[in-house]
């Protein structure tokens, strides 16, 4: 079958940062997506790699390895509007994404 | 310029009802999506469409239907809602099945 896992909550210091993981196991592999999702509202796009390696866009990365299946979203001077579940998201071999739980990420002061 | 719509924001449903949620997209996107999200499990992929006139079938698509008559509306029925179909609803759409997905702004359901 096909399973993504991140785990369900972390939490952070206002200022840090933090690194989100998501491991994957798919039917195919078209490219990685993380979404950002505030309580009540709709996923927003973050970020997307096909490619091995880094993608950085401002305050926000993410990596990704292909062969491990894995990709981490990292995410730097932690804000407090950061506070959000973040999903990680996987097309596969339909061109179809496959969803994880999400991530709950909590930052405090 | 609004992006996707979602009609209703919330409903309360008797079980054994039909019901229709719209969606309405005026980013010419020719690929939209039904998602399902309940707490604990990631979103779920009830039905999409990659152009106007076709429609397949996602993850859940039992007790759902839908149709796409043109490019910016994709409604989802259910034809006799029952207690399990209680989610919230997103509507999702992109450029082609291989871009990036936005979504409305979901539609909370509850079925009684």
């Known amino acids: 079958g096909q399973n993504i896992d991140q785990p369900t909550e972390m939490t952070a210091t206002e200022g840090a940062i933090v690194q989100i993981n998501c491991t994957y196991q798919?039917?195919?592999?078209?490219?990685l997506f993380w979404y950002q999702q505030h309580a009540g509202e709709a996923p927003t796009f973050l970020s997307y790699?096909?490619l091995d390696g880094l993608e950085e866009k401002g305050r926000f990365s993410s990596f990704l390895s292909r062969s491990k299946g894995y990709s981490y979203l990292l995410l730097k001077e932690l804000q407090m509007k950061d506070s959000a579940s973040y999903l990680c998201?996987?097309?596969?071999?339909?061109?179809?994404?496959?969803w994880g739980a999400g991530t709950k990420l909590i930052i405090k002061p | 310029i609004a992006g996707i719509t979602q009609a209703p924001t919330s409903q309360i449903l008797a079980a054994g009802r039909r019901m229709t949620l719209r969606c309405t997209q005026d980013?010419?996107?020719?690929?939209m999506y039904w998602y399902r999200q309940d707490l604990g499990l990631g979103l779920r992929l009830i039905h999409y469409?990659?152009?106007?006139?076709?429609?397949g079938k996602g993850e859940v698509p039992d007790g759902y239907s839908v149709s796409r008559a043109n490019t910016d509306d994709f409604p989802l029925t259910l034809a006799s809602a029952v207690p399990s179909q209680t989610s919230v609803y997103f509507c999702?759409?992109?450029?082609?099945?291989?871009?990036?997905?936005?979504f409305g702004p979901g539609t909370r359901l509850t079925v009684l």
């Open positions: 469409s990659n152009t106007a006139g076709t429609t």
């Open positions: 980013m010419r996107h020719n690929a």
């Open positions: 998201a996987v097309r596969d071999s339909n061109y179809q994404l496959i």
């Open positions: 790699n096909v």
């Open positions: 999702a759409s992109s450029d082609n099945s291989a871009g990036v997905q936005f």
């Open positions: 798919t039917s195919g592999f078209n490219g």
